[in-house]
């Protein structure tokens, strides 16, 4: 799996980035475990012709004690397999990549 690791956070500023993260998932389907939907205009071809049916398409993002972890594989919410299920382009995991820098740079987060 490719992923985006962030290490060695302490628990104050983990606690921190966990309500963070709270307020801003699309979805919380357990706990550390949170999705962020792509937006519309980051949807690869396929994706777009798939939204109405599979979507929406989404990032998970995994949290552990002191670190956190971005799946880089967009997933659709209605279907386990399906073409439109695939590794980020290059765009989709700047965007991703960005908005949790700057999650972590709101909550003045050193790692």
Not at 66 to 78: F, G, I, P, T
Request: hydrophobic share 35%; glycine share 2%.
């Amino acid at each position: 799996m490719r992923s985006y690791l962030i290490q060695e956070i302490n628990t104050s500023d983990m606690s921190k980035l966990l309500e963070s993260l709270s307020q801003k998932a699309y979805k919380i389907p357990v706990d550390g475990l949170f999705w962020f939907i792509l937006p519309e205009n980051l949807l690869s071809q396929k994706q777009e012709e798939h939204k109405n049916d599979c979507g929406p398409h989404y990032l998970a993002l995994e949290a552990g004690n002191n670190w956190l972890k971005l799946e880089l594989l967009v997933r659709c919410e209605e279907k386990i397999r399906c073409d439109c299920i695939t590794y980020a382009n290059p765009e989709q995991r700047e965007f991703m990549i960005n908005f949790l820098d700057q999650l972590i740079r709101n909550q003045d987060v050193r790692v």
